[in-house]
Every structure is written in C-alpha cells, then in structure tokens.
C-alpha cells in the first residue's frame, strides 16, 4: 500500500508539473474514491500536502520576481478570515461526523466542476476581458472584488482542498489581465501558502490529517513536479487540459453518484 501511495503522489505531481493545476483536484478525490479515504482526512492531508508544495514554489517565483504581493495581501484579506470561519463551523458540527463527510463530498465534486469549467473557458473569459477593457474594474472596486474572491477561495480551499490552483488562477487573470502568465502563476501559489497552512492547521486541530499518509505522497509528488516542468514543454497543454477536464469531470460524476 505504501508504494500505492508514493505512485500517486508521483502522477499526481507529474500532471502538476505539466499543466499547472490539478493539484487538490485530483490528489483529493483520489484519496476518496481509490484508497476509502474519509473526505474529511482526505482534505486535510491534502492542505498540509499543498502548503508544503507551494512553499518550495514561493521561494522560486520571490527570488524570479514574478509575486505581486499587493494582490497576495487583497486575496490574503479575505481568504484568511473565510478559512477560519469554515474551520470553526466544521468544529462546531463535527468534521469526522458521516453526515459532515457526505456534504464535504459533494463540496469537493462542485469544486472539482468549478475547476473544469475555468480550464475549458479560460481562454474565452480572458479574450472577453481583453476585448471590453471598459468592463475592467478598477481602484476600490478591483479591491474590493479582489478580497471578496479571496474570501470565496478560502471557503471552497478549507472544505473540499480545491480552488487555490485553476480557480484562483482563473479569477486572478479576470480581475487583473495585464498580469503575465508567470506573475498569475507566483501570485496564485504566493496567496496559496498562507491559505493552505491555516487551513491544514485547522485540520490538524479537528484531527483529520494523516501524516503517514502525507509522507508517502511528498515522497512521490516532489520527484513528480521535478519530472513534470521538464516535460511541459514537449507536450502540447490544450491537449493536457483538455485530458484533465475529461478526468476531472468523471470524477465529479463518481463522487455525486
């Protein structure tokens, strides 16, 4: 069972490494529906999973110059607080509780859905955006928009694990398209860090992170992304997306039904 785990983490970290996304969204059913996690576990090893990812990927993007840490602290605003809330009412109503793990499982299947339909229409939302810079928002309003999504990714982030990646990232070129893909990619991963780590430790108060289960992940996953960059280059990334949306969506089928 223990290389099981490690060859996950390792294709799990491979299609990462590739596409950029996919992370929470895949790592997270996965652990549901193939090993008989509890959903509840499953999301809390996966948060602690992706803080410790996204850490190493912060370090790379500050030293590349490629964080906007003003839109960080705007997400940071209201991802933060949202993260605490949904802990706190997850410990209110029992984290570990059967009743509890069901809905977390339909909440990982909406997420999942959200994920597929902003790697499918990514590209048509950016070319609207571009063509009505009229619609753009600008001053208050854009930071007002940009802790309001904040707040919405903390929420879906602390429940299912999912959105930081291909939701955030997708929200961010919406709100903000003169940044440049590698500035949406540090920012995304930037705002993740402090996100993940609130939200694992508040799994980690409700008890619901296995850490040897972790261990055998990143022992997989970190060779995986390694492998991953080098290849994303070689292979075509409409082709990429588009077999993660076909994986992602027949995950969000066998997590309803």
């Given at each position: 069972?223990?290389?099981?785990?490690?060859?996950?983490?390792?294709?799990?970290?491979?299609?990462?490494?590739?596409?950029?996304?996919?992370?929470?969204?895949?790592?997270?059913?996965?652990?549901?529906?193939?090993?008989?996690?509890?959903?509840?576990?499953?999301?809390?090893?996966?948060?602690a999973f992706a803080s410790i990812t996204k850490s190493a990927g912060t370090i790379t993007h500050r030293f590349n110059g490629t964080v906007d840490w003003a839109i960080v602290r705007r997400l940071?605003?209201?991802?933060?607080?949202?993260?605490?809330?949904?802990?706190?009412?997850?410990?209110?109503?029992?984290?570990?509780?059967?009743?509890?793990?069901?809905?977390?499982?339909?909440s990982i299947a909406g997420s999942v859905l959200?994920?597929?339909?902003?790697?499918?229409?990514?590209?048509?939302?950016?070319?609207?955006?571009?063509a009505h810079p009229e619609r753009q928002l600008q001053?208050?309003?854009?930071?007002?928009?940009?802790?309001?999504?904040?707040?919405?990714?903390?929420?879906?982030?602390?429940?299912?694990?999912?959105?930081?990646g291909a939701i955030g990232a997708t929200l961010l070129v919406l709100l903000y398209p003169k940044l440049t893909p590698a500035q949406v990619a540090g920012t995304d991963i930037a705002y993740a860090v402090p996100l993940t780590a609130?939200?694992?430790?508040?799994?980690?108060?409700?008890?619901?992170?296995?850490w040897t289960l972790l261990v055998t992940l990143l022992i997989g996953s970190l060779p995986g992304i390694t492998l991953g960059s080098m290849l994303a280059r070689k292979v075509p990334e409409r082709f990429l997306r588009a077999l993660l949306a076909m994986t992602l969506t027949g995950v969000a089928v066998k997590l309803i039904y």
């Amino acid at each position: 069972m223990l290389m099981t785990y490690i060859t996950a983490g390792f294709a799990v970290g491979l299609l990462v490494g590739m596409t950029g996304v996919g992370g929470g969204s895949l790592m997270t059913p996965l652990l549901t529906l193939l090993f008989g996690v509890s959903p509840t576990v499953a999301v809390g090893t996966d948060l602690a999973f992706a803080s410790i990812t996204k850490s190493a990927g912060t370090i790379t993007h500050r030293f590349n110059g490629t964080v906007d840490w003003a839109i960080v602290r705007r997400l940071c605003l209201g991802a933060l607080p949202a993260a605490l809330i949904a802990t706190l009412i997850l410990s209110r109503y029992g984290a570990l509780d059967a009743a509890i793990g069901q809905v977390i499982r339909y909440s990982i299947a909406g997420s999942v859905l959200l994920t597929v339909v902003a790697l499918l229409f990514r590209r048509r939302m950016i070319a609207w955006i571009h063509a009505h810079p009229e619609r753009q928002l600008q001053g208050r309003a854009l930071s007002t928009a940009t802790i309001v999504a904040g707040a919405v990714l903390g929420t879906l982030v602390t429940v299912s694990s999912i959105g930081a990646g291909a939701i955030g990232a997708t929200l961010l070129v919406l709100l903000y398209p003169k940044l440049t893909p590698a500035q949406v990619a540090g920012t995304d991963i930037a705002y993740a860090v402090p996100l993940t780590a609130i939200a694992a430790a508040g799994h980690w108060w409700l008890g619901s992170i296995d850490w040897t289960l972790l261990v055998t992940l990143l022992i997989g996953s970190l060779p995986g992304i390694t492998l991953g960059s080098m290849l994303a280059r070689k292979v075509p990334e409409r082709f990429l997306r588009a077999l993660l949306a076909m994986t992602l969506t027949g995950v969000a089928v066998k997590l309803i039904y």
